[in-house]
């Protein structure tokens, strides 16, 4: 469970690069319900324009919490923290803090994209070109299009977490029309594929809906864990890039 509330907004999207399809502003929440009872709320927003070592950036914040009734149960507060240059697409820095139930974790990553290393507290680790983090991810994700996008197409997005680097696996399904809270969204459907026990049990049991526009907005996310399904589904989409009712 450590690490399920992060995974509802993993990215899944990597093609052929074309315009930014988010701005300054963009904020969006989801519901996050378990076997259909609503469990925690979840918001992920571009706050503003940083300049971080010489270097404009998009500060990107998320966050997710659980209901008050359940944190006397399971009590989650992760905070997500990236900030990502604004014409390479790849995070200059990254601070995580999450709770979730008896486990804390705080991390604070600084990249240096030149050198392919990131550094942690007093340690220097090895990357991969265009390597991502947690978060800045779905963003680098996003800025991709889907042209001659065909069943069973994998891609890889490489990202260092946990002080690891791997390469995410992204398989493309189907694409499918999804009533949401701000109407009738088509998307492509989307299924990670992590090695076994680095993130989750079974990537294969994971499905994610990102749609298919401009935006490429995560609308929804489905997954199952031993105990049941968890989903998160979109509920509320504001100063998006491109009006989502085309």
């Known amino acids: 469970m450590k690490k399920t509330i992060f995974l509802l907004f993993i990215p899944?999207?990597?093609f052929s690069q074309q315009k930014l399809p988010y701005k300054?502003?963009?904020?969006?929440?989801?519901?996050?319900?378990?076997?259909?009872?609503?469990?925690a709320f979840a918001e992920?927003?571009?706050?503003?324009m940083v300049l971080l070592k010489n270097t404009p950036t998009f500060h990107v914040v998320a966050t997710a919490r659980t209901a008050s009734f359940f944190d006397l149960f399971f009590k989650v507060r992760d905070l997500y923290e990236t900030y990502i240059?604004?014409?390479?697409?790849?995070?200059?820095?990254?601070?995580?803090?999450?709770?979730e139930g008896g486990y804390k974790k705080t991390q604070n990553y600084n990249f240096v994209h030149k050198d392919l290393k990131v550094l942690v507290k007093d340690t220097s680790y090895n990357i991969f070109e265009n390597t991502q983090d947690m978060l800045s991810a779905f963003f680098y994700a996003r800025t991709f299009s889907n042209k001659n996008l065909t069943k069973n197409t994998k891609f890889s997005v490489p990202v260092f977490m946990d002080e690891e680097n791997f390469n995410l696996d992204i398989l493309y399904l189907y694409n499918e029309a999804l009533e949401t809270?701000?109407?009738?969204?088509?998307?492509m459907v989307f299924k990670p594929i992590m090695q076994e026990g680095r993130v989750f049990e079974d990537g294969e049991r994971m499905?994610?809906?990102?749609?298919?526009?401009?935006?490429?907005l995560l609308i929804k996310v489905e997954t199952e864990i031993w105990a049941g399904t968890i989903k998160a589904e979109l509920?509320?989409?504001?100063?998006?890039q491109y009006n989502y009712n085309k």
Request: hydrophobic share 35%; proline share 2%.
């Open 235 to 240: 509920i509320n989409a504001k100063n998006i």
């Open 181 to 187: 809270k701000i109407g009738m969204v088509d998307c």
């Open 85 to 99: 240059d604004t014409a390479t697409i790849k995070p200059i820095r990254f601070y995580r803090n999450i709770q």
């Open 24 to 39: 300054t502003g963009e904020y969006t929440s989801y519901d996050i319900s378990f076997e259909g009872l609503s469990v």
């Open 44 to 48: 992920m927003e571009i706050k503003n």
């Open 207 to 216: 499905k994610v809906w990102i749609s298919n526009d401009e935006n490429r």
């Open 12 to 14: 899944f999207i990597i």
